[in-house]
Nanobody, 123 residues
Framework: VQLQASGGGLVQAGGSLRLSCAASGRTISYYAMGWFRQAPGKERQFVAAINWRGSSTYYANSVKGRFTISRDNAKNTMYLQMNSLKPEDTAEYYC?????????????????WGQGTQVTVSS
């Protein structure tokens, strides 16, 4: 499977962006998916995850209440709606596919990664 993340860009603080992660090569329907981010000079950080059916989600405390993860298995695509963006949200955002159906916050448990999309939030 290959993952293609898109939707990043430059936005002012308080604004919104919607990231998409399109999968090709095989279905992602049976696997948990996640979003991670990495700012320059920092380690990759968990953002949000969703189980295979989309019935269960989990968020990092720093984005809870502002970000919403979702998926459309019929379209083989996952999304991250980001509202009330802050300058500290600035990072390269990556989507990833897990090898099991239940979500996980450990990036080491995700076996397929997209190429990343840059999100920059200006103050």
């Amino acid at each position: 499977v290959q993952l293609q993340a898109s939707g990043g860009g430059l936005v002012q603080a308080g604004g919104s962006l919607r990231l998409s992660c399109a999968a090709s090569g095989r279905t992602i329907s049976y696997y948990a998916m996640g979003w991670f981010r990495q700012a320059p000079g920092k380690e990759r950080q968990f953002v949000a995850a969703i189980n295979w059916r989309g019935s269960s989600t989990y968020y990092a405390n720093s984005v809870k209440g502002r970000f919403t993860i979702s998926r459309d298995n019929a379209k083989n695509t996952m999304y991250l709606q980001m509202n009330s963006l802050k300058p500290e949200d600035t990072a390269e955002y990556y989507c990833a596919s897990h090898h099991r159906p239940d979500y996980d916050t450990d990036p080491g448990e995700y076996h397929v990664w997209g190429q990343g999309t840059q999100v920059t939030v200006s103050s």
